[in-house]
Every structure is written in structure tokens, then in C-alpha cells.
């Protein structure tokens, strides 16, 4: 039979083979909405939830924008690399990036860890996106590029709401890119949802840092919501915890005050009760992995 | 002609099948159709569709409950693409499109009773143009006070869905003395048990394509019951019914909704379509069309109320169902004895009250669903048996052991039990394979955070239709000159395997492989009406039309052979496709060499077998008798590991016996006993059609959640039990659907074992565990 491809009739796909060629593009279709792989945007097409007129593919671009590097000490990673390709990536198999790691084991099916993309995943800003909250953790920036240069931005900056970005509307992100915090340093994540697999989370949670003679040097933590709808940093938590010992009592008071950090909502996944239960004690789990402990 | 009554063959084969030698039974053969699936090229509905096709989509009701005060389609069907919108307006014969009771109409005209109401359908040239002009379908509606809870609509002042009052039906079962029986009883345990709509999700949804022909109309679809739908469709076009033609197309699972209402809607969508576009119309609902429109797993809220002596003794058993049916009847008035009669579990107790009700309300319409209404009975009654156990401070099993139905005792309706009741057999297979006195010490020692539990489920589950209809079925057999065996029947495939069952019936008592064998499509005009392919009952009651059929086919066969060997009639052979003389095997032919001579000595090979159940006898008022000619039983163990800080759990293993009488064919046996697992662990953990004040919340697979191949435990232990039935083929039971019962009784008691406490609702969420553990 024939399948339509999209739900809506008459959308007008523009199909570049170069950043270059993008670029102009959308400065002449500002109105176009971007598409990468598709496997965020497609099912909310075909919902109508998105009812676009104009889409900009740029999933030709992969040749230009689907690279892992380490650049001075900058991790750079391209837009467009899909989840199975950074899981390949070696840079990332350190201790360190082990975060990445735990986000791709529990990220959708191999289907989808084939053409999610990691820009697409950061665009699509919402609390369902796994990378977000780790990404936060490593203090990433966003590179958005156009017809009048680039820019960086602190994605804690970039995303502003739900499927909200600061993006102009000429721009596309082209790369994400964190400074690598160096030995010493781990990273981990978590993710709870309805099943163990291709599910969208209830809680998620992801903790960068630092564990000396059983003292925190230093930690970051973002989850998919903290206190609106979109993952963020728990900042007090962060504060609370830098400098002291990593013991019961440290993590009994790190709860306290993430649990007075949060405010979270029900939906027909979970109740906020039962969410901010999880987070409590995904904290404690994932604050244990950075000394090393499962 | 000297030739063997069908009877003294009949029992000539029996005999054998109790020394094993049956060619065929007892055997893991390959299905007939499995290779195709593998390679995936059966011709599904949609890969038959031409070009010149038409599209629809349906337009639903906006409201739950709500009077219709205008429909104008005008700017629809003004919209690029559109060919035609149909509404009540365009049906010329009845406006209807239901099972049992005729309270649902195809579209709805004066007002909506659910948001799966269909109101109009729009057909057009591409399904996305369909889609679009949906929205410019303009109905006016005036809301009415709906009402969503089951309990609130029985109530005399609830706001009425229909004419009458909002219970359809109400079964009952009085057996003994209830009041004397709680007298009698040292303790009296009471407890409130909640399951949710759960959605069948078969691969393929609901689709039918109308081909229009002349004074005709031909439907080719996924269905279950073909004749249904043709008399359906039928009696909505207004025409005699063999102006109608269905074909049944592979069908891409089922489940028991499209044995219900949703195939006449689609087929009758198709065809109204057809006839007014004169071009063939595809009416293939939406994933999120199906899950709203189609019928659902019925949500119960059960009581329970037992006397037990301090022994452990059942004294009296006092039992509330009530179903929350959604807005109509459906086969849910079927689904409601069912429970009913299943209420008290697989036990003995002398004294039973039972009242089931199925209740309207403004929620989705509720119907059969594999299982049909054994679910929810037996997760409140196998969860209650823990409850009793739990007060009484004995072992699960040990409580069961008392009470459990073995040969001679008798069932809430006071049906006797034979030497075919294997659910002792069962308990005792599973306790073993689980190791179970020694994990429920260990476990009972546990401290931590991580803790494990065991726990037990067990059922009896009445084969075929019993008091859900007629149980009759026809089976066609006709050889080709070639020696290939034809075998057609209107019961249909798919997905479980039973009409290779068929197959592999009739090949053993012919003497003939499997591979001789093709299977036709069921197509009305070809093939007899044989009942709906329902209940489980494919092979417990076609099996014997089968078994028949082939039986007809030999008798005419044996003389030609006795003539062409030169042998008694009595002592011709025919084995895995050689014909020869008993004691001169020397002298053999060929299965083909002898068709070629019956063709050529003018006999015709073509046979009907007819089978029809005993009929089942019952009292309407006290639900006194035998409502089924036979059980299946059935046991199962379920292991979990509780992290009591999350409430996160995981079933670790499932032990799981069902005494299937004679397993035909074992590996189907094994194959339903573990997709049934699965669907039930589904039903047990996760799944859940969540209704918001009417409005399906999550009508697509991103949020219903269904097990995945990571949401399974690393073993599930089947074990086959043969206590052979009265009815089916070879002693043979039914197999389909009780798997899908045991796995939330089982884990829900299982982690009762872990946590010290019962989560009487089912799904099991971890937030429930959760809240469990800290209240
Ligand atoms: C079955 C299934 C399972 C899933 N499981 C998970 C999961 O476990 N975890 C998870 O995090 N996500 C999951 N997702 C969501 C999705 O796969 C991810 O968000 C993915 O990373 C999106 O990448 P994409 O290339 O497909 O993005 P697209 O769908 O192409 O785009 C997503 C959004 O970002 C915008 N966009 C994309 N690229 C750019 C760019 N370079 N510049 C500017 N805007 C851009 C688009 O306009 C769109 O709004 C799942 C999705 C499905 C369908």
C-alpha cells in the first residue's frame, strides 16, 4: 500500500549536501523546520502535534558534522553523531565518560540508537532527552552556526523551556562541546522508567565528579526535572556536597537538600512522590559510583 | 462393504493413542505457514491494496457523553482529495453494528455515548488528505453529565447511557448456604480488588479492504470470525447475505477484539465506502484509531469475602465482579459469565454466592479479550487465597493443598470433577521445578534492601464456549488427483497455530505427512459458518470436525486399497504416505498411486467433518450445573527481586504447568504458554489504557507500554500435563488463553512473600510497591 510518508500534504523538504548550502538556506527559509534523523520530529508530524510547511533536511551533513574529537581539551562532538557511533567512540571509553556509556545502554532500541542524533537529542529539549542531563554535567556549550558566523552557548542557556531552544532562527547546531575535566574524574547516569527498555524515563539523573581520599573535590548533577519541566543542575545540592566527606551522613544531608531543591509534578507515568523518591535514591547510587562502587 | 464403522475406527485410533503410536500426535512439527512468516511474505491486507484505492479515517466523538445536534460534512468534502464522508445518513439497512445486544450503532446519530464513538468517516484519495479533512467535519454536540465509575453507575439516579438502566447483564451463582457457611468459618477475610483496561496491541490493527463488484461487495480482512462480519455487514448494507463475500486475510494477530464488535466496523466502513465511491476503500485504523475505538480488557472492581476454619478449611465463598463495560454490550455480556463462574478460583467450597455484573459507563467499550473475564476473576481470587493464608500464618501452598479441585470434588457450580482434573498434578509440578519449600524458608530470612519472594497462582478454566454458544465446527477435506490434501474451514488463523493443529489431526488419522497439506483461506462463499474462532476452541472442538472429516475421507479410501493390494479391508496400513497389506509390507504403494486409483474408480474425496459439543447444562437463576464439557488446569510459580528502596522489582522466574489433556502438537503448547506468559506479565506489571474522565490518555505504543524482550524473566519453565479430556480430539484441552491469567496472581503474591504486604490492583507499578513498602 501506499504509505504516506508524512501525515501532512503539501510539505515543501529542502535537501542540502553542505553546512554551507544549510546555512543559506534556512537564512532564506527561516521558516523551515530542521530536521536531523527524524525520529524525534517524525512521530510528532504524524501526531500533528508540529505542522511544519517547509522542512530543511540536514541529515546529508553527516559526512561534515559527525565527528568525536578532542581538540586541545575540548571534546568536540558534531551534531549529527548518531548514539551507536559515539558508542563506538574511544575517547569516550575512559573511566571518566563512563556516563556516556550508561546513557547509550538504556537509550531506545538499536533502531533508534542507529539514527538518534546527539544535536537532534539536545534540540529537541525536553525532559524526555537522555543526553541533556548528562551533557549539563559536563558544563557543555553549544555551537550554533549561520550565514553570520557562530556562536556558543552554555546549553544550561540554550535550553529555555519545554521543546524551547535559544536558537535564532537562522542557526543550526553544528557541535557540542565540553572541556574534559581529566583524570580523576568519573561520571555516571541513571535512568528509571515503566519497562528496561525503549521507554521514555520517569526520573533520569546524571552526576560528574570528582572523589579524593573519600572527599568531593568537586560534582555536578542534573536530572530531567529539578524544579520546571526541562532537565537542570540541582545547584544546591551541588553546593552542599563540594568539600565534604562522601559518607552516610554527607549523602543523608545531600537528600535533604535535594528533596527541598525539587518540585515536580504528577503525570499518568508516575506521581511527584513517587519521582522525587527516585531521584533520592538515584543520588545516593550514583554519588557511590564515583568512588567507584556500584 | 465390509469396512470398519467410523466408531471401531475411532476407537481402534484412541487405543493407539494410549500406547503412543499415534503417527502425528505427540509431535513438534513445523507449522504449515511458518516458513512464510519467517521470511515475512504472507499477503496482509494492506500488500493487496491497487492504486486506484480509497482511504478512510474515522471521525470520533469529541465528547464522552453528549447529545449530536447537527453533523454537516460540507467542508470536508470540499477539501482536496475527498471522495465521499460518510455518516448514519448513508447506511441504508440497519444502523448497527454489534454481537449480542443491538445497542451500538455503526455511526452514531442522536448522541455519543464514549470518545470511541464513531460519528462519520471520511474517504479519500490519499489516507493524509482523509486525516486533514477530518477536522473539518463539523459536529455540534450538547454535552451530558457523563458518568466513568462502574459503582456510581449501577446507582438508581446515574446518568443513563442507554434507554435502560446501565447494568446489562447480571449472572449469579448460589450454591449451598452462604449464611451458614460464615458461620461456620473461624475468620471471615474481606478484600477490594482493582484491574485496569488493558489493550490488546496485536501487530496489525483493525483493517478491511472493500472491493466492490457489481451487485457485490467482496471484504478481505483481519478477523477473526469471517461470517460475523459478513452477516454484520450485511444487515447494515441491507442485503442478502450472500451478496456479501469476506475473505479472512492473514491476520497479523488478534487477541479477541477482532472477535468483537471492531472488524464489523471496519469491514461495514469499507464496504458503505465502496459502494458509494464504486472504487475499493481500505479502512485501516490508526494505531491510536484502534486503541481508542476497538474494545478493550475490561476493568473490574471484585470483592471478596471468605470464611475459612482455623484448619485452613474454606467454609464460604462470597463473591462481587463488577466490569466496567464502557458504553456498550459488546461480547462483554459473555465475558461477565465467565468471570462470574471462575469467581472462587480452582477450589472446593461448599458454600458460594457469586454476583457479576456488567455495567455501562462513558468509558470505552470493553469486550473479549484472550482470557475473557478469567483475568481479573482469578487475579482477586488467587490474590485472596493469600490474604486468607496470610491470616491464618500458613504456607500459601499448604492452604491451596487443602482446597484445591482434584478427581471427585466439585466446583462453585457444583460441576463434578473427573479423573481428567490435573491441577493437582500441576501444583505439584511447579512446586517441584521451583524448588519452592526451600526458597520460601530462605526468603522468609531475608533482611536488606534487595529482597526476593515466591509466590503461587493457580486456575481451572472451562474449555470452548460452554454457556457462550453453540460449539459446533465444520472442517473440509478434498484430496487433488495429485495426492495433496485440501483442508479449508471458516475457523481462522492468527498467529496461535491451531489450524495446523488441524492439519497435523487429520494427517494422523489418514496415515498421510503434514506436507501433503495446504490450508485454504476461509472465505464465506467457500466455507460452511463453523462458529466463531473464540474461546480457545480450535482444536478442543474443530479438532474432532477434523478428526471426523478425515475419518469420512479414509472410509472411502480403505475399500479402493483392499482392492488395489488385494488385502482385508480391516488389515489395510496406511503410514507416513505408504498404503500396504498388514503382515506383507513387501507389497507397498504409494499414498498417490492410490488417490490416482480412487479418481480413477469415480470416488469422490471430499468430505465435510462435523463435530458439535454435548450441550452444557446450567441453572440461569443459581448458576447450578456444568456449564463446560471439560476444564483446562493450570499452576504457575513467579520469583521476584524487590529493591524495597525504589519499589523496582523484577520477575527473576516463572514456573509454569498446565494440564492441556493430550499436547497435539507440544511446541505450540509451549509456544501460547509463553506468549500468554508474556501478555500477562504485561497485564501484570505494566499495561494500562489510562481514561481520564473519558478521554484515552496514552492511545499509542510510546506510552502503553507493553513487555519488551528486557522486561522478561531469564526463565520461564514450561511443564505439559496430560490428563486427558472428555471432548477434545485425543483428550486434548484448550491451551490459548489461560496462560495470559496466572503471571499477576502469581507475581502479585510473590512480592506479597518479598515485602510483607499485598498490592491489590493491578498493573503493578513500582510506585505501588513503593507506597506499599512505606505505608
Ligand atoms: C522509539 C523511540 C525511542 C526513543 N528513545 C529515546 C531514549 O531512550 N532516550 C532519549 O533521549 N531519546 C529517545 N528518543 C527520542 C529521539 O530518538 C532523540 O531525541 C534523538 O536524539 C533525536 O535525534 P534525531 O536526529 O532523530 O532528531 P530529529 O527528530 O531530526 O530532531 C529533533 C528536534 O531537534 C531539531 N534539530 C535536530 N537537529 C538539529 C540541529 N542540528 N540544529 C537545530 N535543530 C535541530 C529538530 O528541528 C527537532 O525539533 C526515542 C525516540 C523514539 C522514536
Known amino acids: 500500500m501506499e504509505q504516506p510518508l508524512l501525515n501532512r500534504s503539501e510539505i515543501v523538504v529542502l535537501q542540502p549536501s553542505s553546512l554551507k548550502e544549510s546555512l543559506k538556506l534556512l537564512n532564506e527559509n527561516p521558516d523551515a523546520e530542521i530536521i536531523a534523523n527524524a525520529s524525534d520530529l517524525w512521530p510528532r508530524i504524524r501526531n500533528g502535534e508540529v505542522k511544519p510547511k517547509k522542512l530543511l533536511d540536514i541529515s546529508g551533513l553527516a559526512g561534515e558534522l559527525s565527528y568525536v574529537k578532542k581538540d586541545e581539551n575540548l571534546i568536540k562532538i558534531g551534531a549529527l553523531v548518531t548514539v551507536s557511533q559515539l558508542e563506538g567512540e574511544s575517547i569516550l571509553k575512559e573511566k571518566r565518560f563512563s556516563g556516556f556509556k550508561d546513557v547509550i545502554a538504556k537509550f531506545g532500541s538499536p533502531q533508534i540508537r542507529n539514527v538518534a542524533t546527539i544535536g537532534g537529542n539536545v534540540c529537541a529539549a525536553s525532559s524526555s532527552e537522555d543526553f541533556i542531563p548528562l551533557l549539563l554535567a559536563f558544563n557543555a556549550k553549544v555551537k550554533l552556526s549561520s550565514v553570520d558566523g557562530e556562536r556558543y552557548v552554555n546549553l544550561e542557556k540554550f535550553i529555555i523551556g519545554k521543546r524551547k531552544i535559544n536558537r535564532r532562527p537562522n542557526e543550526i547546531l553544528t557541535e557540542i562541546s565540553f572541556e574534559d575535566p581529566g583524570e580523576g574524574y568519573s561520571s555516571a547516569f541513571e535512568k528509571i522508567g515503566r519497562r528496561n527498555t525503549l521507554i521514555i524515563n520517569i526520573v533520569n539523573m546524571a552526576v560528574v565528579g570528582k572523589v579524593k581520599d573519600g572527599k568531593i573535590e568537586d560534582v555536578r548533577i542534573a536530572a530531567n526535572r529539578i524544579k520546571g519541566k526541562i532537565p537542570e543542575r540541582a545547584k544546591n545540592t551541588e553546593e552542599f556536597l563540594k568539600g565534604k566527606a562522601l559518607n552516610e551522613e554527607t549523602i543523608a544531608g545531600a537528600k535533604k537538600v535535594l528533596s527541598e531543591e525539587v518540585s515536580l509534578t504528577d503525570d499518568f507515568r508516575a506521581s511527584a512522590e513517587y519521582r522525587k523518591a527516585l531521584l533520592l535514591a538515584m543520588l545516593e547510587r550514583l554519588l557511590f559510583k564515583l568512588r567507584g562502587e556500584q | ?775
Not at chain 2, 477473526?224 to 444487515?235: D, M, R, S
Open chain 2, 1 to 775: 462393504m465390509n469396512a470398519q464403522t467410523a466408531e471401531e475406527f475411532l476407537m481402534e485410533i484412541q487405543k493407539k493413542a494410549e500406547r503412543g503410536e499415534l503417527l502425528y500426535i505427540g509431535k513438534e512439527l513445523r507449522r504449515i505457514d511458518d516458513l512464510e512468516k519467517v521470511l515475512g511474505s504472507p499477503i496482509y491486507t494492506n500488500d493487496l491494496i491497487p492504486r486506484n484505492t480509497l482511504y478512510a479515517r474515522l471521525v470520533l466523538s469529541r465528547y464522552p457523553h453528549a447529545i449530536i445536534k447537527n453533523i454537516s460534512v460540507s467542508k470536508a468534502l470540499n477539501y482536496p482529495g475527498v471522495r465521499y464522508v460518510l455518516t448514519y445518513k448513508d447506511v441504508p439497512g440497519l444502523n448497527e453494528s454489534s454481537t449480542i445486544i443491538p445497542d451500538r450503532p455503526l455511526f452514531a446519530f442522536n448522541k455519543v455515548r464514549s470518545t470511541g464513538d464513531i460519528v462519520a468517516a471520511v474517504i479519500a484519495e490519499k489516507p493524509n488528505r482523509a486525516q486533514e479533512a477530518k477536522e473539518l467535519v463539523e459536529v455540534e454536540y450538547e454535552p451530558l453529565k457523563p458518568v466513568f465509575d462502574p459503582i456510581e453507575a449501577m446507582k438508581p439516579d446515574a446518568p443513563k447511557i442507554h434507554d435502560d438502566g446501565n447494568i446489562v447483564k447480571h449472572v449469579k451463582v448460589r450454591k449451598g448456604d452462604i449464611e451458614k457457611g460464615f458461620q461456620e468459618a473461624d475468620y471471615i477475610i474481606e478484600n477490594t480488588f482493582r484491574t485496569q483496561h488493558q489493550d490488546a496491541a496485536p501487530m496489525e490493527t483493525e483493517t478491511a479492504f472493500a472491493v466492490p463488484r457489481g451487485e457485490k461487495i467482496l471484504i478481505i480482512g483481519s478477523m477473526q470470525t469471517p461470517h460475523h462480519v459478513q452477516a454484520a455487514v450485511a444487515k447494515v448494507l441491507g442485503w442478502p447475505i450472500d451478496r456479501v463475500e469476506v475473505i479472512q486475510a492473514v491476520t497479523g494477530g488478534a487477541f479477541g477484539p477482532k472477535s468483537d464488535e471492531p472488524p464489523y466496523d471496519v469491514a461495514s466502513i469499507a464496504a458503505l465506502g465502496a459502494i458509494k465511491t464504486g472504487k475499493p476503500v481500505l479502512m485501516s485504523m490508526t494505531r491510536e484509531e484502534s486503541m481508542i475505538a476497538h474494545t478493550k480488557r475490561h476493568p473490574a472492581i471484585i470483592t471478596h469475602k471468605t470464611g475459612v476454619k482455623a484448619n485452613g478449611k474454606l467454609t464460604a465463598s462470597k463473591v462481587q465482579i463488577v466490569l466496567d463495560g464502557g458504553a456498550y454490550a459488546s461480547l462483554g455480556v459473555l465475558v461477565i459469565v465467565r468471570a462470574t463462574f471462575h469467581a472462587n478460583g480452582p477450589y472446593e467450597i461448599p458454600n458460594v454466592w457469586n454476583d457479576g455484573y456488567k455495567v455501562y459507563t462513558n468509558n470505552t467499550y470493553t469486550g473479549s479479550f484472550r482470557g475473557f473475564g478469567a483475568p481479573q476473576a482469578i487475579f482477586a481470587a488467587e490474590s485472596q487465597m493469600d490474604e486468607i493464608a496470610k491470616k491464618l500464618n500458613m504456607d500459601p501452598l499448604d492452604l491451596r493443598l487443602i482446597n484445591m479441585l482434584r478427581p471427585g470434588s466439585r466446583t462453585s457450580t457444583g460441576q463434578l470433577m473427573d479423573e481428567s482434573c490435573g491441577l493437582p498434578e500441576c501444583l505439584d509440578a511447579v512446586v517441584k521445578a521451583s524448588d519452592y519449600r526451600k526458597k520460601k524458608e530462605l526468603y522468609s530470612k531475608q533482611d536488606g534492601k534487595i529482597r526476593r519472594g515466591i509466590g503461587i497462582a493457580m486456575l481451572h478454566h472451562g474449555n470452548a464456549l460452554g454457556p457462550e454458544g453453540n460449539d459446533y465446527a465444520y472442517v473440509h477435506l478434498s484430496v487433488e488427483k495429485n495426492g495433496k490434501v485440501h483442508l479449508g474451514t471458516g475457523l481462522t488463523e492468527f498467529g496461535t497455530g491451531a489450524i495446523s493443529g488441524l492439519a497435523q489431526i487429520a494427517a494422523s488419522v489418514l496415515g498421510v505427512p503434514i506436507d501433503y497439506f495446504t490450508i485454504d483461506r476461509p472465505n464465506t462463499l467457500i466455507h460452511h459458518e463453523t462458529g466463531p474462532t473464540v474461546a480457545s476452541r480450535v482444536i478442543a472442538i474443530g479438532g474432532n470436525a477434523a478428526r471426523d472429516a478425515a475419518l469420512k475421507l479414509k472410509q472411502k479410501l480403505l475399500p479402493v486399497a483392499s482392492k488395489l493390494i488385494n488385502c482385508k479391508v480391516e488389515d489395510v496400513q496406511i503410514v507416513d504416505g505408504y498404503v500396504y497389506c498388514k503382515g506383507k509390507e513387501h507389497k507397498t504403494i504409494s499414498w498417490e498411486e492410490l488417490v490416482k486409483e480412487a479418481y480413477e474408480a469415480n470416488i469422490e474425496l471430499n468430505t465435510l467433518g462435523y463435530y458439535m459439543a454435548p450441550s452444557c447444562k446450567w441453572d440461569e437463576e443459581t448458576g447450578l450445573g456444568s456449564p463446560y464439557n471439560q476444564y483446562t488446569f493450570g499452576a504457575a510459580i513467579a520469583e521476584v527481586e524487590v529493591d524495597t528502596e525504589t519499589g523496582l522489582y523484577k520477575v527473576l522466574n516463572y514456573y509454569v504447568a498446565f494440564d492441556v489433556g493430550r499436547a497435539i502438537n507440544p511446541k505450540s503448547v509451549r509456544g501460547q504458554i509463553y506468549g500468554g506468559t508474556v501478555q500477562g506479565l504485561g497485564y501484570a506489571m505494566m499495561e494500562e489504557l489510562v481514561h481520564k474522565e473519558g478521554y484515552v490518555v496514552n492511545p499509542n505504543l510510546k506510552d502503553y507500554y507493553i513487555p519488551t524482550s528486557l522486561d522478561i524473566p531469564e526463565q520461564i519453565q514450561t511443564i505439559i500435563i496430560e490428563k486427558q479430556g472428555s471432548m477434545g480430539p485425543f483428550g486434548a484441552k484448550i491451551v490459548a488463553e489461560p496462560p495470559v491469567v496466572l503471571p499477576a496472581p502469581a507475581i502479585r503474591n510473590a512480592i506479597m512473600d518479598a515485602i510483607g504486604k499485598g498490592i491489590n490492583s493491578l498493573p503493578i507499578t513500582s510506585e505501588k510497591v513503593y507506597k506499599a513498602i512505606k505505608s
